[in-house]
């Protein structure tokens, strides 16, 4: 395989970070190409799979709440544009407690930053959900709903696809091929190449290329880096793998069961638009009405054990069958004994605190680091690629959550 020379940057990853992020550079005038080990959206990645949310609820985030409204329009603009309809707007009700109209819990937070940025939303009572979602079973402790009208699912694997796809049409020059963990000479302040292997051995590598950069060539200003190319890591649960020594401990994978359940025969109450998607933040779980003939999506937001990408089982346990089938049941009772007709195991690749990590190399100029998508991040890829072209582009103040120096060894969870 012949690996083209002389582009202005390389991204590394072409899920949903990483693939948007290099349609944003090449709408900005660079020669982009895109590498990725096993092509996009392929399914050891936190980008593939089926289905993912979008919604606007971040509590008091406001900064995610600003970034799902920028994304939604992107990618429906995208749809437009190549033809795929691959967003659902089923809406996306969020099940609230009594607890949960104090002004300090998280829906409570939402519903004030919907008010503050104009957020289309409802508020549904008790009696409102039953009527409106007579087959959700609602605990006795649940009291009232936060509704997103406009929100719903993104059709998680073919939509990264489809920008990979108007990438490559725009210009983008997409490879297939692993890389391998960089090396710059100690005391460099540039990545001048990334080396890949050659892929048809597992064991051994058997050939080495190179990837270099017109250095001489890139637009004057990039990234800081005195006009050379910029190289953008964005390798979701890879990051940790590819930078050991400086992301090994601030990346933490973990292993996330999905499941889909059969639905009986005929029965439209479990499919848009009778049911929508739903949060039940209490009981960490959320769900999907079912999409594309595949049956209701359910998953238990709970952050797994450890996992590796590469090697780890993608396989469900017993046990997480059988916890999912427990909150089936007792959520949606006509459905107790339903059948898993799919599953999935995917995983997480948090941060500490779940914030995303959008940030410079600490010692390497031209070099971008971009992942930490914490189970939140897939509805968020247009904004972090615009961000992502306007720092290395343009420069400016960087948003201080998104840093490297924020990402801690410890990790305390608080976005979801």
């Known amino acids: 395989m012949h690996m083209p020379k002389g582009f202005d940057a390389v991204v590394i990853g072409a899920g949903t970070f990483g693939a ?5 550079l090449r709408r900005r005038g660079l020669r982009v190409a895109l590498v990725d080990a096993h092509g996009p959206a392929h399914n050891r990645a936190s980008s593939g799979g ?26 429906q603009e995208l749809f437009a544009l190549t033809g795929q309809p691959l967003f659902h707007r089923t809406g996306v009700v969020w099940l609230g407690r009594d607890a949960d109209h104090a002004g300090g819990s998280y829906l409570a937070r939402s519903l004030a930053t919907f008010e503050r940025l104009g957020v289309p939303h409802q508020t549904l ?35 990264v696809a489809a920008v990979v796809e108007q990438a490559v049409r725009e210009g983008v020059e997409c490879q297939h091929a692993a890389v391998i963990p960089p090396a710059a000479p100690e005391g460099a302040t540039r990545l001048e190449e990334v080396q ?26 990039a990234g800081g880096a005195h006009g050379s190319g910029v190289f953008v890591f964005a390798c979701g649960p890879w990051l940790g793998k590819l930078f050991p020594d400086l992301l090994g401990d601030r990346i933490f994978n ?10 009986p025969p005929g029965d439209t109450r479990f499919r848009p638009p009778a049911l929508p998607t739903w949060i039940d933040l209490a009981e960490e779980a959320y769900g999907m009405p079912g999409l594309d003939s595949r049956g209701l999506k359910l998953a238990i937001d709970r952050h797994g054990p450890g996992f590796d990408p590469d090697t780890g089982s993608r396989l469900p346990t017993a046990e997480g069958i059988s916890q999912a089938s427990q909150y089936l049941a007792k959520v949606f009772p006509a ?9 999935r195991v ?16 600490p010692t390497l100029q031209n070099v971008w680091l971009a992942g930490g998508g914490s189970g939140h991040g897939f509805k968020h890829g247009p904004s972090v690629g615009e961000y992502l072209a306007g720092q290395i582009l343009d420069g400016g103040p960087s948003e201080p959550r998104f840093s490297l120096e924020t990402k801690q060894a410890v990790q305390h969870r608080a976005i979801f």
């Open 125 to 159: 009572s008790r009696p409102e959900l039953t009527r409106l979602y007579p087959q959700i079973a609602l605990n006795e402790s649940i009291s009232w709903g936060l509704l997103e009208p406009e929100s719903g699912v993104l059709m998680a694997r073919r939509a």
């Open 335 to 343: 459905l107790a004994g339903a059948p898993v007709v799919e599953s």
């Open 50 to 75: 089926e289905s993912r949310i979008i919604r606007m609820g971040y509590g008091q985030n406001e900064i995610y709440t600003r970034s799902s409204m920028r994304a939604l329009p992107r990618w």
């Open 196 to 221: 890949v292997e050659d892929g048809q051995s597992i064991t051994a590598i058997t050939a080495i290329r190179a990837i270099r950069l017109a250095l001489d060539a890139a637009p004057s200003g």
């Open 254 to 263: 973990t292993r996330q069961e999905v499941f889909f359940f059969g639905v």
């Open 346 to 361: 995917c995983q997480y690749e948090n941060t500490s605190s779940g914030d995303f990590l959008l940030d410079r190399h």
């Open 20 to 24: 948007w992020t290099a349609l944003h």
